[in-house]
Every structure is written in structure tokens, then in C-alpha cells.
């Protein structure tokens, strides 16, 4: 009987669940009570739940009979039914003595105290009343709470939804419990069981129809269900650990727990790949295939957007949303003029000119530039349509299948990788920090390089650029 008011939670502990009878529905406020029994044995969670049950049932009746002054009035209208209690092996418990009701209400009270004695090693049970009764929010409800919130505060549809959309998986791996039942290892547990799971496995007919939440672990990492990959990303992993984040500290503010679960909590090592730069043997590869060597790209975009990551460091958003207007020139250095007025950034150190190399000059960047500028065109890849992540995923997407193609295919080389290239390249050429961070538009830190001191002149910034000088074959030059 008891064994309907237990549930498992995904952490592994048991939670007690009763239904309240629906005539105190209303004056509670809720309709069912859950609260945390604290142990993952189930022997022991049937005992505390019939211990919680009989007493629950107690107060029910009280509220009932609305009689609070005399414990002899709370039994008065005491059914045998009412005290049915389990053993934790199953068996059932009723208190009738052949009628004797004086007796039966003699051991409801002791069985009463004896009761509240055994749970108050665990957690005192609430007094039935509409305040005590009122349990934790749902994690599903101070998601939606959190979210009209951001959208208050003006934060962008796009960022909502991918809010929504990755604290959706997190209540689905957890379930959807109260927020006070949420605990380090649950968490833990929810961020080891998505990092296993498959990317845009919403999309994907193999994965679309299957519910990843009720499967263990060690199915999840089975290499032969979900290949490595198809797994998510490290990248898809940090920003939902950070969701996360975002969505518990926001429950700490909130006041419906103390403290934050999730605080501290990084990527599994399993899944903690970096992004790593190209090597020269690989820089071959992409740089000589046949694509570059017979102009066999369908879109400028793909024989630039390469070179200019590999010469600028530039980000793919960066360089996929230039305009026409974003090629001039600085103090007399060409420049790519990288600013928000042209899409996304990522923050305002973003916001730079980046000088031109004269490989990229001479391969004939600005002879493309003058011929869109001449045709009337103001983008300087028009046919990168902006997306829901800017205009580089379509080049991103495009760029996975070339180096794939082109056998470059370990996972931590992305387009990405160009930025560690150049940060290595000019590492290597003994350039302090702070002039590669002007170039790739970092943030700096310390409060001499970040505060007093002022980004370098173009003209220095250019004999940086130059300093980039990859020991590859270059490929023809671009005839538009």
C-alpha cells in the first residue's frame, strides 16, 4: 500500500508523494505533498513513509474536524480505515479493537508519538496547515518563472530559447522535482548523462522518438548505441552546465533554497575536449586540396573565410558577417574593421581593426572587395544568409564537411582552431600577451594591461599580422 507513496528520484534517494483529499485541496493550496525521505533504501523508505502517511492522515482529520484544543476531540471521528499503516515488508496494519473506540484512539496517540519520534531523525513532517503544507516550487515552475524574468530584463529571443531549450533537458534527465530536493549529486549526475547523449537528437530519426531519461548511464555511454560522434560537444556541454548555473542561482535569489548545488561543477573528463591548433601537416591539407588548387569552391566565402581565420584569427561570425564598409583603411593600414553595427560580437573587446596581411592582398581580397563594391553590393559574402547563431553556421557547417573530407577529422580541430593557431603562431614568434590579445579581440586582464593600458596603433598591430608566416603552399590567387 505504502509503496504508491514512494518515487525514486533520478539522484537515487526515495521521495515520499501523497495525494491531499481534494476537500482540502483549495485551503492548502496543492494537491499533492512532496517532501524527501533521504535514503536510497527502499526497506527504509516504505518504513518512513508509513510513519509519514499515518501521520499526514492525522492531520488531515484534524483539519476535517476543524478541532485543534483537546487530543480526545482530534480522535473522536477516528475511522478504522483511516490508520491503515504498511510493515516495511507490505503487510497491512489496522487499528480496530471489536468496537473498543475509547482503546483504538488510546493507540493512534501512541502510535502517533512513536511515530513522530522515528521521523524526526529524518525531517519533522509539516503541521497541516496552508503555510507548512506549501512545498518547494518545481524545478518546472521556476523555470518559467526564470524565463519571463529574462524577458523582462530585455534579454534576446535567441538566448530564451536556448535557455528553454537546455533547461528542458536538465528537468527531464533530473525530473521534475522541487528545487529543494536538488542536490550536487543529482546534478552531477544529470551533467554526466548529457554529455553522453546525442547532439540534436530532436532532429535525428535514430534518436527522435526515444526517452534518454530512462536510461542508465552505462547504456548512454554504450559506444555502439550513440557513437562517439554523435555526442554532444564540449562546447554543448560548458553552456549547459552554465545554464544550469544561471537557472539555480537564480532559485538561491529567488529564496526557495540556501545555496546553489551546482556551484563548482565542471565538464566529465570524458568529455572534456579542447580545441587544439592546426598543425602544418593539416594547415596541407586544407589549404592544397583540389577546392583550392583548381577553384572548385562554389562560394567565395569557402576559399575566404579559411584564409582569413588562418591570417587574422579572426572568429567565423567575425569574418562571415563583414560588409563591404569593414575593409578601409586605419592610420593608412587596410583594415577589417570588426564591429556590432555589423551583426554579433562577442563582447566589446571584439570590437577592433584587425589589419589585412598582404598574403590575403595578394591572394586578391581586395580586388574581390572593389568587384562587390562596384556591383553595388554591401555584404562582403551575401550568400551567407544570417542564422539563429549569426552568419557563420552555414560556414561552420560547411567547413566540418570540407576538413572531414580533406581528412582532417579529430574533433577538437574546428574552425576554431584557426585562433589557436595564430595565438601559437605568434607565441612562438615571442609576442607578449597583451599585443595577441589586441589582434584576437580578448578581454585583458590585470589591472595594468586591462586598465591603464591603451590597444596598440594599427601600424604596430600590422607588423604582428605579418609575423604570421605558415610554411605551406598558398593556393592560387581568387578570380572573382
Known sequence: MFGRYIHKTSSGKYRFRMRIPVELQDKVGKAEIRQSLFTDSREEALALAAGLGARYKLEFLRMKKQRSTRREEEYDCLSMDLITMLTPSGGELRIDYDGNHSLERQVAAELYESIAAVDAKYEKAPQATSKSLTASPLLSECL??????????????????????????????????????????????????????PSNRRKKPKYRNLSFSTMALEELLDTDFIPESDRMSESNVGKFITRVNQLLNWVVTAGHRPTNPARGISKPKSIARTREPFNNEELKLIFGSSDYLQGLFKYPYQYWAPLIALLSGARINEICQLRTQDILEIDGVLCFRITGEAGQIKNSASDRA??????????????????QRATGETRLFPELAAGRDGSGQVASKWFKRYRHRVGVTASTKTFHSFRHTVATELSYAKCPDYEIGDLLGHKQQGVTTGTYRKEFHTALLAKTVERLDFNIIWPPAFIP
Open 144 to 197: 518559467s518563472s526564470y524565463l519571463r524574468e529574462q524577458a523582462l530584463k530585455g534579454t534576446r529571443e535567441k538566448s530564451i530559447n536556448d535557455y528553454k531549450s537546455a533547461l528542458a533537458d536538465f528537468i527531464e534527465l533530473h525530473g521534475d522535482t522541487q528545487v529543494s530536493e536538488v542536490s550536487r549529486e543529482s546534478v552531477i549526475n544529470v551533467v554526466q548523462r548529457y554529455a553522453a547523449l
Open 354 to 371: 584587425v589589419p589585412i596581411h598582404s598574403k590575403l592582398i595578394e591572394l586578391g581580397l581586395k580586388t574581390y572587395v572593389d568587384k
